[in-house]
């Protein structure tokens, strides 16, 4: 069993519709939770970043992490069709470099 | 400085040859990783340096694998006899050392092994 586990998707939703992305983890210890976004041949870009449990927004993207049930999403209002791409979360320990566990990516298509 | 930087973008090579990247990282950060990408998977962590020192190493980083950062500011990964299995993309990220800050991605070194 893989550390973090994601769907693969592809999500194809239209245009205009909230988009639920998910990751589940096995590692009680993980601490820091983020998102990145990837286009096609193109490197992780980061989106959202979050410490321990709670929400954080910015603008239409909304991270949510629950720790007791090792459960984190990535909300997005209003997506676009420019939001197609490949979401990865990822995450870390406390201290231990900063070195990345992440999920397999979920790709999603938005369409006009 | 507007990001991390790597070198080649592409590389195409044949079987049993040795290929080098090379990465520079955002300027002020004294951390820099590498991750390799097949498709379909995410990024999975190769090493990492904090300035010239390489403190830790993934059991993917073959005796195949080395990498160098040797006055702490950019970085070479080199593999050696290269394999079919060594197709990947290759991502190089940077961080500070501060606590609760994040890595920044390069753009990847696409490895095609014919």
């Known amino acids: 069993q893989k550390e973090v586990e994601q769907d693969p998707g592809p999500l194809s939703v239209p245009e205009g519709a909230i988009v639920s992305l998910n990751c589940t983890y096995s590692?009680?210890?993980?601490?820091?939770f983020m998102w990145y976004r990837q286009y096609s041949r193109k490197g992780p870009e980061l989106l959202m970043y979050?410490?321990?449990?709670g929400n954080k927004e910015d603008g239409r993207f909304t991270a949510q992490v629950d720790k007791s049930s090792k459960y984190i999403s990535l909300f997005i209002r209003d997506s676009q069709p420019s939001d197609s791409a490949t979401y990865l979360c990822?995450?870390?320990?406390?201290?231990?470099?900063?070195?990345?566990?992440f999920g397999t990516g979920t790709q999603l298509k938005v369409e006009l | 400085d507007t990001g991390v930087s790597q070198d080649p973008r592409h590389k195409i090579t044949k079987r049993g040859q040795n290929v080098t990247f090379r990465c520079d990282p955002i300027?002020?950060?004294?951390?820099l990783y590498w991750y390799r990408q097949t498709l379909g998977q995410g990024p999975e962590f190769l090493t990492y340096?904090?300035?010239?020192?390489?403190?830790?190493k993934s059991r993917l980083l073959s005796d195949r694998f080395s990498a160098e950062r040797p006055k702490g500011s950019f970085s070479t990964l080199e593999i050696q006899r290269t394999e079919q299995g060594d197709s990947a993309m290759y991502l190089c990220?940077?961080?500070?050392?501060?606590?609760?800050?994040?890595?920044?991605f390069g753009q990847g070194t696409r490895l095609t092994v014919v």
């Open positions: 979050t410490y321990s449990s």
């Open positions: 300027s002020e950060h004294n951390r």
């Open positions: 590692n009680s210890a993980f601490q820091y």
């Open positions: 990220a940077s961080s500070s050392d501060r606590e609760g800050t994040e890595a920044f």
């Open positions: 340096f904090q300035n010239e020192a390489q403190l830790e």
């Open positions: 990822a995450m870390r320990l406390t201290g231990g470099g900063n070195k990345l566990t």
